[in-house]
């Protein structure tokens, strides 16, 4: 997914504009958006925003950002959403992976009553919200096989730590929130799940936001997420693959299926290919919407 846009899910009007903003996926959102007065009403408009959603193609994927497992709010969230089987929930302020399968085990209630296959609906978490879960980065790894993408967010940080600011004078993150990107990074890698770079709130100035998804393209990040629909298209032209890469990462996996599963090292124009290059050519291709293992095997990529 390239672009996540965050709806508050208390607003019926956004959730319709959001629909057709372009963004792969939509954020309905519980938590900070949503005041405590209004986050009984925000549950039911975004059931029904979910359940209702016309699969209009192209369909943009629904998950509910649900409130903290500390707050006491989160089993209610889950009760109203999950029977109108979001595509994932996402977590805020995850501490851990005990958190993970905390939230896990509540949606397996909730998908028994409502009748839908256990395993349904996925999760996404912000790990980067505390000190403790950027502490306990390492422990995201293996815990669910619901968890599908790790994000990270700058503000709730900077409140935890007491920092009065995230960025420096010349508008670039701190030291701790650099750090916070990076273990994002990391831990996504170690999972095996999507990297999501955090919001630019800056919803006006394009020009900052393209150089930032173009830095997070360049260090493993599969998307942003978006605060503004007009942010989406700037979002998702960063993190689509150029023709050219495609063509060549196709070619790459082609050799290396035609090779067999103990082909190390392979040549393609007069180039060395080792696994690395065949895991890159793998991520290239899941960006485009490929699926690598689906290609056609070809001995002769090399002699196009
Ligand atoms: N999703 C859907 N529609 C949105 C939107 C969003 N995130 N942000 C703005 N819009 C809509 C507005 O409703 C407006 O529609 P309208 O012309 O039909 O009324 C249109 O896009 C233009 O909006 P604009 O006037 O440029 O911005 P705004 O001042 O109305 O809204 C924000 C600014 C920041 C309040 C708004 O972008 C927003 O709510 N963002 C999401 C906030 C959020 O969810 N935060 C939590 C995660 S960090
Ligand atoms: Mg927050």
């Known amino acids: 997914m390239r672009s996540l846009l965050f709806v508050p899910g208390d607003s019926s009007r956004k959730m319709e504009k959001a629909a057709g903003s372009g963004a792969d996926a939509l954020i ?17 408009l975004v059931a029904d925003f979910v359940a209702n959603a016309g699969r209009a193609f192209p369909a943009p994927r629904l998950i509910v950002r649900v409130n903290a497992l500390d707050t006491g709010l989160t089993d209610d969230d889950l009760a109203a959403v999950i029977r109108a089987r979001p ?48 502490l306990q980065a390492g422990s995201f790894a293996g815990k669910s096989k619901r968890l599908t ?22 508008g670039l993150y701190t030291d701790v929130f650099t750090m916070a990107r990076s273990l994002t990074l990391l ?27 173009l830095a997070a393209v360049r260090d493993g990040f599969s998307g942003k997420m978006a ?4 942010q989406v298209p700037v979002i998702n032209a960063a993190f689509t693959p ?30 060395m290919l080792d696994r690395p290059h065949l895991r890159q050519a793998e991520r290239i291709a899941r960006r485009a919407g490929l699926d690598p293992a689906a290609l056609p095997a070809r001995d002769d990529a090399d002699r196009d």
């Not at 605060?227 to 007009?230: M, Q, R």
């Open 227 to 230: 605060i503004h629909p007009d």
């Open 242 to 271: 150029a023709q050219e890469d495609v063509e060549r990462a196709i070619k790459i996996l082609a050799l290396f299926a035609a090779a067999g599963p103990e082909a190390g090292v392979l040549s393609l124009d007069g180039r």
């Open 28 to 44: 309905l959102d519980l938590e900070d958006s949503v005041s405590l007065s209004r986050k009984a009403e925000a549950r039911e």
């Open 187 to 213: 831990a996504a890698a170690q999972s095996g799940v999507e990297a999501v770079d955090t919001v630019f709130t800056d919803f006006r100035d394009m020009v900052s936001l393209k150089k930032e998804c």
């Open 87 to 134: 595509d994932a929930i996402l977590l805020p302020k995850a501490g851990s992976g005990a958190d993970i399968q905390d939230l896990g085990a509540r949606i397996a209630v909730e998908e028994a009553e409502a009748g839908l296959d256990e395993g349904a609906v996925l999760i996404h978490a912000l790990m980067t919200e505390s000190a403790g879960g950027l």
């Open 149 to 170: 993408a790790l994000a990270w967010g700058a503000e709730d940080l900077a409140a935890d730590i007491g920092a009065t600011s995230n960025k420096d004078e010349a």
